[in-house]
């Protein structure tokens, strides 16, 4: 069985590529005997519609599962009607994800767990590790400015409303905002918690990262 993992390098001990649609590479590894082919994702570049390119592209090579960290609603749509599995939040090297997928120890999805144009140019880090998801704390207060959004690096400040302008988070100032109304606590909690997760993979991914340059 054919399992497509998303690298930022070329072989299985590279560390998973958070971005679906924007990753490095494509690692389609055979679960059978671990044989694998990488492909250079050519979409990384577009200004548009990288997630569902590269889940058609995924899909055309005969891959029946997706791995990676983060997916986006028009990445998923794509593999979902292509009846490829979908397994998100993963960090680690490409051989330790297909290790535990053999295991049966991975989750599939038929959802996306970040924002449409997660990892696009300008709201990713330089290092290709994540687009940001913060909290805009502002105007509103909690909720005033709670979004997703992506950044340039992470930096502690006030917000100023929709998503993360000059906020606490990742600011690039083009969050999907939850503001003006505020956030009843359950969805506040549930919020936090999310990004709580989200912070651990990312912590968890740039360890591996500088792990496997060190070998290097």
């Known amino acids: 069985m054919k399992v497509a993992v998303s690298a930022s390098g070329k072989d299985l001990d590279a560390p998973i590529d958070p971005r679906f649609g924007r990753c490095a590479y494509f690692i389609l590894v055979e679960t059978e005997d671990m044989s694998f082919e990488v492909f ?3 979409n990384i570049a577009l200004g548009g519609g990288a ?4 889940a058609q592209f995924v899909a055309s090579k005969g891959a029946k599962a997706v791995i990676t960290g983060n997916c986006g609603p028009n990445a998923v749509r794509t593999l979902n009607a292509a009846g490829t599995e979908i397994i998100v939040g993963q960090s680690g090297t490409v ?6 997928y053999k295991k049966g120890l991975l989750d599939t999805t038929s ?7 997660y990892g696009s ?4 880090p330089d290092t290709g590790a994540y687009g940001g998801a913060g909290m805009g704390v502002g105007r509103g207060g909690m909720g005033g400015g709670m979004g997703m959004g992506g950044g340039r690096g992470m930096g502690m400040g006030m917000g100023r409303g929709m998503g993360m302008g000059r906020g606490m988070g990742m600011g690039g100032g083009r969050g999907m905002g939850m503001g003006g109304q505020g956030m009843a606590s359950d969805e506040e909690l549930s919020f936090l ?12 991914a740039l360890e591996s990262k500088i792990k496997s340059l060190e070998k290097k």
């Open 51 to 54: 997630g569902i390119q590269s």
């Open 95 to 100: 051989r330790e994800a297909i290790e535990r």
């Open 111 to 117: 959802e996306a767990n970040v924002t449409d144009h």
């Open 121 to 124: 140019s300008g709201s990713a």
């Open 193 to 204: 918690r999310n990004q709580t997760q989200e912070l651990r993979r990312q912590i968890e």
């Open 40 to 42: 250079d994702n050519e």
